[in-house]
């Protein structure tokens, strides 16, 4: 008995506020909202769920402001009274005078999942008419997830006065959302409803095509079978483009952590274990300059980057020049000491910025023109990835001009090739060596610049790409600028591709498998590099 009570409650009350409706226009749509208010206080979600649909209805200038209210938790109900909080001050929702505390057996009105969708589609439904065109798309928006019936009267005559193009298509879609899940829907309301679900072409069409109304005739439950088929085809392509652009990114970001490796591993053959703590210190360079902005030149946020990207080049430069003068030299023609060596400075590097910065990850801000996202069709393009995806390609294109039309290029390409020949030629070796080292290592603190876009800044943040870098290097060919991009593409795009069936870690080992397999066929990579002393 105690469970068919707010059953017969709902009853009663939807009977009396379709009477009340029928009544006249002004008068009752009064009483009707009024009577909605007083069913609050019977904290039953079935009687709440009909008071929301009724208060929607009723058309009162309060409506909104009293569904709001429900939504976000501040409206409360006792004694067959509603009242909005708002901060310390409480209005009661009917007669809108203020009340210095809620009479005793006041509460908040509880909402369920069942409820809260009510409160989305009433909102929606009010909102359709705002003259702001933001409101009115994100109504539609609404009551095209609701699918509510009840909105249908609102939606069309909000449909017939809209001028905005894009608010207009994306309440022609709500309503097609409707007619297409209304159960009385015709057969003409439903091949039309079809048609533009088709050409929306998204998961929420999908689902609706997928799981038509009961009782539909069989021809349009085929056709929407049809439709459905055709949007999975298209989201298929969608996703597709989707990984593709995923593994472009990825291939950037792989891209600025190992092209500063390709130059000191191919020049001088030195296993660098420590290149990855050159990236952490570019993206803590970062840090430190965006902190400096935020405390003395707040208005310079937007412009931190183009700060940070000299400064963190030289500083992993400078570092790079200075391990390579007190360690390095001294190691050539020893690999492994060389290794063993570089491994223990990427160590000490590490703790040196956890008792610097402590070992907590740092917060790196995202300027305001790199927020947000590029949408074309069913594909997502973030601008802090456009960003980065640019930032590489113009660092090697600047790279690769340097190398070839400079002094320098000249006689790191000299060495590269010949390192006896040139030194016999009067090419300083060794401090070829020390700027060498210190423009890899001035690379590896760009990209950490790049990289403190997307990644946590820890003291770690190097150790995550250490070991694809060097993949991307003997892959695309040790020493060679184009090899390491196109390695860096290849395997970023293969590794997004395989990620959706094998998974994050298995990918990684069945991409380490095929390098290692496509090693043993061309020891060299990709690009190798030509000349004697290389073939030798």
């Not at 006065?161 to 057969?187: K, Q, T």
């Not at 320098?408 to 006896?420: C, I, P």
């Not at 790409?465 to 060919?477: H, K, N």
Request: glycine share 10%; hydrophobic share 55%; net charge positive.
């Amino acid at each position: 008995m105690p469970r068919i009570r707010p059953f017969l409650r709902a009853c009663l009350f939807a009977l009396g506020l379709a009477a009340s409706l029928a009544l006249g226009p002004a008068p009752a749509a009064a009483d009707a909202y009024t009577d909605a208010l007083a069913v609050f206080s019977a904290d039953s979600f079935s009687d709440t769920d009909a008071a929301v649909t009724a208060i929607a209805a009723s058309g009162h200038p309060q409506a909104e402001a009293v569904i709001r209210a429900l939504q976000d938790g501040r409206l409360l109900a006792g004694g067959g009274r509603a009242f909005i909080r708002e901060g310390a001050a409480l209005t009661d929702a009917a007669t809108g005078e203020t009340l210095a505390a809620p009479p005793p057996g006041a509460a908040t009105v509880r909402l369920n999942n069942r409820v809260r969708r009510t409160v989305a589609a009433a909102l929606g439904s009010l909102t359709l008419l705002s003259p702001d065109p933001r409101r009115r798309l994100n109504a539609a928006a609404a009551v095209f997830k609701a699918r509510d019936a009840t909105a249908l009267p609102t939606l069309e005559e909000a449909l017939a006065r809209e001028g905005d193009r894009r608010v207009r298509a994306a309440m022609a879609e709500a309503r097609a959302a409707i007619l297409f899940s209304r159960p009385d829907s015709n057969a003409a309301q439903r091949m039309e409803a079809l048609d533009i679900l088709q050409a929306r072409g998204d998961q929420d069409a999908l689902a609706i095509l997928s799981n038509p109304p009961a009782g539909i005739a069989p021809e349009i439950a085929a056709a929407a079978a049809g439709a459905a088929d055709a949007i999975r085809g298209r989201l298929e392509l969608w996703r597709a483009l989707q990984n593709a652009w995923y593994g472009l990114s990825l291939g950037s970001v792989l891209l600025l952590a190992a092209i500063g490796l390709a130059i000191t591993f191919g020049t001088m053959g030195v296993i660098n274990m420590a290149h990855g703590e050159m990236v952490m210190l570019g993206a803590y360079t970062t840090f430190v300059v965006q902190e400096l902005i935020r405390v003395h030149a707040p208005w310079m946020f937007g412009g931190s980057l183009f700060i940070a990207i000299p400064l963190a080049f030289l500083v992993a430069g400078a570092v790079g020049v200075a391990i390579e003068r007190c360690v390095i030299r001294f190691l050539y023609g020893r690999p492994l000491e060389t290794l063993l060596a570089t491994w223990g400075l990427s160590l000490m590097l590490q703790q040196a910025v956890r008792t610097v910065f402590g070992a907590n990850n740092r917060e790196v801000g995202t300027p305001q023109w790199m927020s947000g996202a590029l949408e074309i069709g069913g594909l997502a393009l973030t601008y802090n990835r456009i960003a980065i995806v640019v930032f590489a390609l113009i660092v090697f294109v600047v790279l690769l001009l340097v190398l070839r039309y400079t002094p320098l290029g000249l006689h790191v390409r000299a060495v590269t090739q010949n390192r006896r020949m040139a030194g016999s030629m009067g090419i300083p070796t060794s401090r070829i060596d020390a700027l060498t080292f210190g423009l890899g290592s001035g690379v590896a603190g760009i990209a950490g610049v790049a990289l403190s876009q997307i990644d946590n800044v820890s003291p770690n943040l190097g150790q995550s790409y250490i070991i694809d870098s060097f993949m991307v290097v003997v892959f695309g060919g040790v020493g060679n600028l184009w090899g390491t991009l196109v390695g860096a593409m290849t395997l970023g795009i293969a590794n997004k591709f395989l990620e959706p069936y094998a998974g994050a870690v298995l990918g990684k080992i069945l991409l380490l498998v095929a390098i290692i397999l496509f090693i043993q066929r061309r020891p060299r990579g990709l690009f190798a590099l030509k000349g004697r002393a290389v073939e030798a």
